[in-house]
């Protein structure tokens, strides 16, 4: 479902994959070849949500841009996991914010960095390139991970299977 919010419209390129059971609300913009999967709900109603190539939300990911903090951007090939929250945040290329995680306002994920499951990275958080972050607050578990991991192709395995999820039909 996409739904406009004070006359600002989702935009989804035509090669995207967005489940009819997401929500995409306001000033969302999902880019090519990204991914939006059942349940995700994805709001801009202050701020804006950029997807870029190969970006991906998976099932029940929540979120929200609500202008108090920066925009909220998912770098190309960026992926946040099942049931995670990210708010007013930014996620660098190829990085992974694990299964319920949390990623709170002005943090920033750099390139190839990965929340581990259930961590919490609170406001104003950096997480360095290449690094492993855990815990609750979120603190780094490895600082040296291999750019060849495959933590850091969950979003291209997406993008080149989202034909298995079938057409998608604003009908049903």
């Known amino acids: 479902m996409q739904r406009a919010f004070r006359g600002t419209e989702p935009e989804v390129a035509e090669s995207a994959y967005v489940d009819p059971a997401a929500v995409l609300i306001g000033d969302v913009t999902v880019g090519p070849e990204a991914t939006v999967l059942p349940g995700a709900v994805i709001r801009a109603d202050g701020g804006s949500v950029e997807l870029r190539e190969r ?6 990911v929540t979120i929200h841009a609500d202008g108090l903090a920066d925009d909220i951007v998912l770098a190309e090939r960026a992926s946040v996991g099942h049931s995670a929250v990210v708010h007013n ?8 914010v694990g299964m ?17 499951a259930t961590a919490l990275v609170r406001e104003q958080t950096r997480v360095e390139t290449s690094s492993l972050v855990g815990g609750v607050p979120a ?23 989202v034909e298995g999820f079938g057409p998608v039909d604003a009908g049903e």
């Open 139 to 161: 603190a780094v578990l490895r600082e040296d991970l291999d750019p060849g991991n495959p933590l850091f192709h969950v979003a291209d395995h997406y993008a080149e299977h």
């Open 100 to 116: 319920h995680a949390t990623v709170l306002d002005d943090a920033v994920l750099e390139s190839r960095s990965v929340v581990a």
């Open 89 to 96: 945040a930014t996620v660098g290329e190829r990085s992974l």
């Open 55 to 60: 970006a991906n939300a998976q099932d029940n």
